[in-house]
């Protein structure tokens, strides 16, 4: 199915008088085709610093404090300024992309982590001989040495007897009994010399292979095989996925190798000890997770970006239930049981991420902030922080972009308090949006399909699915703008749409191509008010060629955003 969409026009000028009428005409509708092509507006975003002058953020501040508090109408919520930041730009996981210096990081990381590896340094600590053994070792070698000590002893003695006694054979040499004796003291002399110096011999000899038995020995034994560590599922070094992961633990730490490398080891270590391996196979039936269904109100995934992030939502305004915020932070036991539910949940959407290079390795954050319970409740400030520095020190580089929607004054607040702090990198991660301008930010970044209709999308239970692409157009203020549906053979054809914000006249029709053929009105032009559903579903068979015809008129003054989809069935 193919359509044509104008480009938006420039507003009319408010004194004229006359509307101004668009169609946009959608032709070959068959039953292979059963979804229009998005229809999305060029947009220029502007990227916009977090630290600007002082009287620019007093003005801000003062803006959004007062749609806060004094409750203002549409008309002031168009005008609020709040903060954003679409700046960050997500680097390649690409080795072949890296500059130089980054590459030579990489590298030199690899190496550590390979050497770490065979040591086994990530399962358990280097193994040392133990102190009972050096200490027998030294006292066994001092006894041998003193052992040499008194045979070198005897020996000299030996020595000085024999010189004594032949001395006296000479001053004797009178008798032939002295004779016999001095030569029977010289032999018995000669040969306990010998013995002694044998003896040495043979004792140098066992001390010179009581040394050289460990040196074989260890020789001898088997290597150790390196050990096998995985993170996130992926092994280490096994593959090019290992690529991805460093670079996100060098990324963290600046590329400083070092710190990179004991930020890994750390991780690994903590990993080990929170049993996250355990955790990911526990169900919500096992004891630790009983009754933690209500926390995937406050937590939870949905959907993809236009990039094809995954998109996490945390709804803070779920607290503000007295149960549910007993049940999660109420005491010591229940925050680390919560916190245990919210790592398994972060746990299992990584493992479904990409780490092959140039994969989807990261997710984005959806902080709603309305109704939130605030800083005043210190348990969940306390979670909070608990959690944050938990994720800073062993999920490195895993968020591609924080929107924070709903924004009340007093996070504004906080945020310029805490902003310089923050590095620049992690800053331009951030994008915040008033509660008037909800919805047309999160558009920006999520399509129609996969945005929620709570949240100003499509995405819901019924006929279409998140795959059924959205067109979005938008409708110039004080004009008509008509869609036009041709449909050539039998069918049924069922279609779904919105305005955001609505205060818009909606009509319907499906006029035939024979000329003898009346125009059927399927709905008849009537003002859709804001309080009524989000969405607008309907369907009409179809028993001849002709086509169908969406007209939406705005008389306000502001523009508005027209989303809508379309399949058809056979008769």
């Not at 960050?88 to 590896?117: G, M, P, Y």
């Not at 006894?143 to 000590?149: P, S």
């Not at 633990?249 to 391996?277: C, G, P, Q, S, Y």
């Not at 009537?526 to 309080?531: D, E, G, N, T």
């Amino acid at each position: 199915m193919a359509e044509e969409a104008p480009k938006t026009s420039p507003s009319p000028p408010q004194e004229e008088a006359v509307l101004h009428v668009e169609q946009v005409r959608v032709t070959d509708v068959d039953e292979k085709e059963h979804s229009t092509t998005a229809i999305v507006e060029n947009e220029k975003e502007t990227e916009k610093e977090h630290v600007v002058e002082d009287e620019k953020k007093e003005e801000e501040a003062s803006v959004a404090a007062n749609e806060n508090n004094a409750g203002e109408d549409s008309k002031a919520c168009d005008d609020e300024k709040v903060p954003e930041s679409g700046s960050f730009k997500e680097e390649s996981t690409k080795v072949s992309e890296l500059a130089e210096t980054e590459k030579k990081a990489l590298q030199e990381l690899k190496t550590l982590i390979q050497t770490a590896l065979n040591n086994r340094e990530f399962s358990a600590p280097k193994e040392e001989k133990p102190a009972v053994e050096s200490d027998v070792a030294e006292e066994k070698k001092k006894e041998e040495e003193e052992k040499e000590a008194e045979k070198n002893h005897l020996i000299e003695e030996k020595k000085d007897s024999s010189e004594e006694k032949e001395a006296a054979a000479e001053v004797k040499e009178a008798t032939t009994t002295a004779e016999a004796l001095s030569s029977s003291v010289d032999d018995d002399e000669a040969k306990t010399v010998e013995a002694i110096e044998e003896t040495v011999v043979a004792v140098s000899s066992t001390t010179e292979a009581e040394e050289l038995a460990p040196k074989k020995e260890e020789e001898c034994s088997p290597l150790l095989a390196p050990e096998e560590v995985s993170i996130w599922g992926v092994p280490l070094l096994a593959d090019e996925r290992t690529d991805v992961i460093l670079l996100k633990f060098l990324r963290a730490r600046d590329f400083r190798v070092k710190e990179a490398f004991t930020m890994i080891k750390n991780t690994i270590k903590w990993r080990k000890e929170f049993k996250i391996d355990e955790l990911l196979e526990q169900e919500e039936e096992d004891n630790i997770f009983i009754n933690t269904m209500d926390f995937e109100k406050a937590v939870y995934m949905h959907g993809y970006d236009k990039e094809g992030h995954p998109v996490c939502y945390n709804i803070y305004g779920e607290f503000q239930n007295k149960e549910l915020y007993k049940k999660a932070f109420s005491d010591e036991e229940k925050r680390e049981r919560f916190l245990k539910w919210r790592i398994r949940l972060l746990e299992r959407s990584i493992r479904k991420l990409d780490f092959w290079p140039g994969g989807i390795s990261t997710i984005v954050q959806v902080n709603d902030l309305k109704n939130s319970p605030g800083p005043a409740k210190w348990e969940l400030r306390q979670a909070t922080k608990q959690a944050v520095q938990l994720l800073q020190d062993n999920y490195p580089e895993f968020v591609a972009k924080q929107v924070f929607i709903n924004v009340p004054w007093w996070y504004l607040a906080v945020n310029r308090m805490i902003s310089p702090f923050l590095t620049q990198r992690t800053k331009s991660k951030f994008v915040f949006a008033g509660p008037s301008k909800t919805a047309e930010t999160l558009l920006r970044y999520i399509a129609a399909e996969q945005l929620s209709v709570k949240y100003g999308g499509l995405s819901k239970d019924g006929e279409f699915g998140n795959n059924d692409a959205v067109t979005e157009i938008t409708v110039r203020p004080a004009a008509k703008h008509s869609v036009e549906f041709p449909v050539t053979e039998n069918c049924v054809l069922s279609w779904e749409m919105r305005v955001i914000g609505w205060d818009i006249s909606y009509g319907a029709e499906f006029v035939p191509n024979s000329e003898g053929s009346y125009t059927v009105i399927i709905q008849k032009a009537r003002k859709v008010a804001p309080s009524e559903e989000p969405v607008l579903c309907n369907s009409f068979k179809i028993g001849e060629p002709g086509k169908v015809v969406l007209t939406i008129e705005n008389q306000s003054s502001k523009k508005k955003k027209l989303l809508y989809r379309l399949k058809t069935k056979p008769e």
